[in-house]
């Protein structure tokens, strides 16, 4: 469960990319990639927040943006009050140095192993960030650290993974070092980005077990990315944390796991929740709740509201203006950019599109 206190904000973050225009001709014009486009998150000391998507949906891109990875081109990232692409500018006299951010926000990649060095064992990959952040540690000491946090993450006995190299582990266990690895540094936040995708289903759960273990533990927030909707809601329910879901670079719904799963606001939420089996395809809908399955290019997205293209419920209005984000409960921790979770707007007398309805779909709720 989060506190009050806000250790990293989003506000109206943008990264757009470039990219060269199609064809044969090398003076055609470059064509913009909205990978994130405008959204806004704050996340809370001891916080857990799951994003969720379909490939190309933006959230690596956001997850990285997050953590310093890549620089936004709108918008700002801050961590406890200072921008921290600000603070890493040779001119600036930031609050906070930019060293200790890039301490602070840690990332645990899809694939370890790529980021361990092969031709060092563990210990020595492991001691690596310890001789740069804390100098005055001598060599048993960090040795013993090492040694103490492998143990931690279950991997015994430590002294005998410690000299192994990455070849000799198992892709739970380089999953373990590059966990060890970030909370070395005592971070204020970890990028776990896929970080359990890779691994064998028997693998996922008990991965994820540990990561909500140890966040407890060392206090530590968690940014959660993934394209599973299932491993999404096992962190954010577990944690009391929140779920995210995002569409073509957008953030559209944002709130307690349990209320986004069992109430679910906008559209492409409920289409998320119909292909993930476990969380009641059975009681829903036998085909998608969708018009179009293909997801629209990110380079020229739709007008309006982007999901509008596929959504089972657009009309005119969701065609020609984007809605604005919204609170759906009393607190405000329940979020949707959608017209139809706003009883008196324009949208409920605005005409469907084809193959559209208006009509109050209420078979996703308990209620």
């Known amino acids: 469960m989060s506190s009050d206190e806000t250790v990293l904000s989003l506000s109206d973050l943008e990264v757009h990319f470039e990219k060269e225009g199609g064809g044969l001709n090398p003076f055609s014009d470059r064509e913009t990639v909205r990978a994130v486009d405008g959204v806004s998150l704050d996340i809370g000391a001891n916080d857990v927040v799951a994003i969720v998507g379909e490939s190309g949906s933006g959230k690596t891109t956001l997850g990285k943006a997050a953590v310093g990875l890549q620089e936004p081109t709108g918008g700002s990232v801050s961590y406890r009050g200072q921008d921290i692409w600000q603070a890493k500018g040779w001119r600036s006299n930031p609050s906070i140095p930019h060293d200790e951010i890039r301490r602070s926000l840690q990332i645990i990649h899809q694939d370890p192993g790529s980021a361990l060095n092969p031709n060092r064992t563990v210990l020595s990959s492991l001691s690596a960030p310890l001789k740069k952040w804390e100098p005055s540690l001598g060599p048993e000491d ?4 090492v040694l103490h946090f492998i143990e931690r993450v279950g991997m015994t006995p430590p002294h005998d993974y410690a000299h192994r190299y990455p070849h000799q582990l198992s892709g739970g266990e380089k999953q373990r070092v590059a966990l060890v690895r970030a909370l070395l540094m005592n971070p204020d936040l970890i990028l776990a980005d896929e970080a359990v995708s890779a691994l064998d289903v028997s693998l996922r759960v ?28 096992y962190i954010a329910e577990h944690a009391d944390g929140r779920l995210g879901v995002m569409y073509l670079g957008e953030l559209v719904e944002l709130g307690p796991a349990d209320e986004v799963l069992r109430n679910p606001q906008h559209p492409y939420t409920k289409v998320l929740k119909w292909a993930t089996p476990e969380l009641g395809r059975d009681e829903g809908p036998s085909e998608p709740p969708v018009r179009e399955i293909d997801i629209p290019d990110p380079v020229n997205p739709p007008s309006g509201c982007r999901f509008h293209t596929r959504c089972p419920n657009a009309t005119e209005r969701c065609k020609r203006t984007a809605p604005d984000v919204t609170s759906v409960d009393s607190d405000g921790r329940h979020r949707v950019a959608c017209y139809r979770s706003t009883d008196d707007d324009a949208y409920w007398n605005s005409d469907p599109l084809d193959g559209a309805t208006v009509a109050i779909d209420d078979t996703t709720t308990d209620d």
């Open 142 to 145: 960090r040795e013993a650290r």
């Open 206 to 233: 008990e991965m994820m077990d540990l990561l909500l273990e140890l966040q407890t533990q060392f206090d530590t927030s968690f940014l959660f990315i993934s394209h599973d909707l299932s491993n999404a809601r």
